[in-house]
């Protein structure tokens, strides 16, 4: 028999729903893939170069538990040059790719039943990370009409004597939406009056910012976790590389628990990290461009086909749309999208109660894709009246 954390975790229904699209595929069917949110971009050259370099010249075996520390230290040359924050290489892990991050981050900051404020939608896999390590995961609702932002005086009546930290994403898969430096500002107030929670940023998508800036957390305050990593912004997923930025003070348990668990980050995709924190500037400005021109006609097409979008996000790649004119049970909508228009998208209840109604749109694929996938669901939804 399985354990009970295994049978009562939850699936991540986007991969069911892309699992199921390659099925499809095989049997000859034609998919437009807006439901995987992964860029389509080549990995810049440099990055590629650098790690071929690194395999060529030997670099294969174990780094350091924290990671090179030419790395951590790049890290910390990013933060300042775009935030204008110090951090100190010595508040750096390397992880292989931002989810074993958050897991260091629970891992080291929960105990039984510690609770954690999560906003509702969220990332389909942040309440797994959270329970797997015997946490409470406390989601509060967030809404369309304030561009799914959190309300920090909501945030305040949720804390408890049990709070050990606010998650915040911005911008926020699934709805692309950035969080207001003044509404970071309000969320890193809380930190400073009992219980004094931490707060733990998902970084993930910076530099994928159309209108607007991203914020990092660590303006506001120190007393935080930041969660960042190469996959999104570099192209970089399958590469699986990430890292989070701590208190000095937890530092050491998380070492132990990357030495136990996962050693260290892959030494030649380490080397490839350097290179593109120092090098792939040009390149992310050119895949940010392109991604935005896809935003803006995503959403322009979303809205002539009748969907809800009130606050149109910018950054990221996806669009959150509100689809209850169609359906209330968003999972039956998008299998049903799947299977007679061949077009994959995300159903909003995969990320949370307050997502459901909602369908996730990705970007990340060709304007002509994209093109292609709006004209087949337009037929879709004539069909259905």
Do not use: W
């Amino acid at each position: 028999m399985t354990a009970k954390r295994t049978e009562e975790m939850t699936s991540f229904i986007v991969m069911d729903v892309l699992e199921r699209a390659q099925e499809l595929e095989r049997g000859g069917a034609r998919i437009i893939h807006l439901e995987v949110g992964e860029p389509d971009f080549d990995t810049p050259a440099c990055v590629k170069e650098a790690a071929c370099k690194a395999l060529e010249d030997g670099f294969t075996h174990y780094t350091h538990s924290l990671g090179m520390y030419e790395l951590r230290e790049a890290v910390c040359e990013y933060y300042q040059k775009h935030y204008r924050v110090s951090v100190d290489p010595a508040q750096v892990i390397i992880a292989s790719g931002s989810s074993p991050a958050i897991f260091l981050v629970f891992s080291a900051l929960l105990d039984k039943q510690d609770e954690v404020i999560i906003s509702d939608p969220h990332y389909a896999c942040y309440p797994n990370f959270i329970k797997f390590v015997d946490g409470k995961p406390i989601t509060i609702p967030v809404y369309e009409q304030d561009g799914f932002q959190y309300r920090p005086e909501i945030i305040r009546e949720n804390i408890t004597p049990r709070t050990k930290a606010v998650f915040i994403n911005s911008p926020s898969n699934p709805t692309g939406n950035l969080l207001s430096a003044h509404r970071m500002q309000q969320i890193a107030e809380l930190t400073k009056c009992e219980p004094y929670p931490y707060i733990v940023s998902d970084e993930i998508y910076h530099g994928l910012v159309y209108e607007g800036k991203a914020h990092s957390i660590l303006e506001f305050s120190d007393h935080a976790f930041v969660l960042n990593g190469f996959s999104k912004q570099f192209a970089m997923t399958g590469l699986r590389l990430g890292y989070v930025i701590a208190p000095k003070s937890f530092i050491r348990p998380m070492q132990k628990l990357q030495q136990n668990f996962f050693i260290s980050a892959n030494a030649m995709v380490q080397k490839a990290g350097i290179a593109a924190l120092k090098h792939a500037d040009d390149d992310v400005a050119r895949m940010q461009k392109i991604y935005n021109q896809r935003r803006i006609f995503t959403i322009r097409r979303l809205k002539e086909l009748g969907f809800g979008i009130t606050v149109e996000p910018t950054g990221a790649f996806y669009v959150f749309a509100n689809a209850k004119h169609i359906s209330n049970d968003s999972y039956q909508l998008a299998f049903d999208i799947l299977e007679k228009a061949h077009v994959g998208v995300s159903p909003g209840i995969d990320f949370g109660q307050n997502g459901e109604g909602y369908l996730r749109f990705s970007y990340a694929n060709s304007l002509e894709n994209i093109e292609e996938g709006m004209e087949r669901l337009q037929k879709y939804l004539e069909m259905r009246t």
